[in-house]
């Protein structure tokens, strides 16, 4: 696709930001479009554009429209399709932004929308009525940074900013250090994270001079956007493995997306492979009810069966935390298998990884008594 790059320009990020597949012309080049993506691909307007760093798309099959990690960048035609439930803004951040950009839900911790930019779009995005979108609806301007700052300042009880967007990384050395310096100057934020997949989709931004920067500002952690193993590359294991040598430690959050990572075998693969570059599965999310996403969600079913496949089956740290995030604004909310089987008298009957029930003794307690259905 691109004959005259060179290789310091393949690896140089600001030359694949530049080179991002974006227009129609572009992507009919990269792949071999069916006739439903080319139409997805011309239909398009609006927020959450079309973008491929060049990097990630040479993960991507050139002629399989099926393959895993291509389904979730490139159009298809059901993303025009509106299904019951579905919205621009399910989780009512818009509701709960405490001022432009700054998503004030939980008690102690803050949402802060840096950018609306990232390097690649995700077709199934949380924030697709937002990103890639300049001089659309949502701005993100300098001044709106300033206002955020004044109000984490102004409420003590924020001990944890978690700064998200579109992708933080994007931004500048120069703007990054600077929004970790203003957010660090203010006493009673104790945790800062960054919300980011530009260490998969864009692995040589990781550079010495940004780690450089990170690291002045720990307690520093970092929650990456991982879907699928085909993204556990030589190059992500040098960014990953960069970012864990700065003390950063790393989490991971992968979207259960259907026909696509919603198997035991592709997510266990995926955790073993996280664990190895010292990344910890920290949550895997149900698929948000955005508009036009219902081509990716599976039943919740789903997403317990992977968590049962998992706990016990596996290394424990290979078990994300699996949730919902409650449309509606009611925030994340964890998911897991019943492993109750029920009380007998004093025992609590467990049932155990294998299916097996063991006593365990818990008296002066009804916990575990069936409660019949139409009582709850
Ligand atoms: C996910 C989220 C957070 C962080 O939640 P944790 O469970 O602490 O990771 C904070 N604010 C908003 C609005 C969120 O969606």
Known sequence: MFPDATVSEWNDWRWQSRNRIRTLEQIERAFALSDDERTAAWRHNGSLPLGITPYY??????????????RTHVPVGNEFIRSPGEADDPLGEDHDAAVPGLVHRYPDRVLFLSTGFCSTYCRYCTRSRMVGDPGGEYDFSRSQWETAFEYIQAHTEIRDVLISGGDPLTLSDDRLDYLLSRLRAIPHVEFIRIGTKVPVVMPMRITKSLVRILRKYHPLWMSIHFTHPDELT????????????????????TVLLKGIND?????????????????????????DPITGSSHFRTPVEKGIEIIEGLRGHTTGYAVPTYVIDAPGGGGKIPL?????????????????????????????????????????
């Open 234 to 253: 030589p190059e992500v294991m040098e960014s990953c493995t960069r970012l864990a040598d700065a003390g950063i430690p790393l989490g991971s959050q």
């Open 263 to 287: 198997d035991v075998e592709i997510m266990k693969r995926l955790m073993h492979g996280l664990l190895r570059i010292r990344v910890k599965p920290y949550y895997l999310y149900q698929c």
């Open 57 to 70: 798309a040479s993960l991507m099959s050139f002629d399989d429209p099926s393959d895993a990690l291509r």
């Open 336 to 376: 897991l298998p019943d492993y109750i089987a029920g009380r007998d008298g004093d025992d609590l009957l467990l049932r155990n990884f294998e299916g097996n029930t063991y006593r365990y003794r818990d008296p002066d307690s009804s916990y575990g008594a069936r409660i019949p259905a139409q009582d709850r």
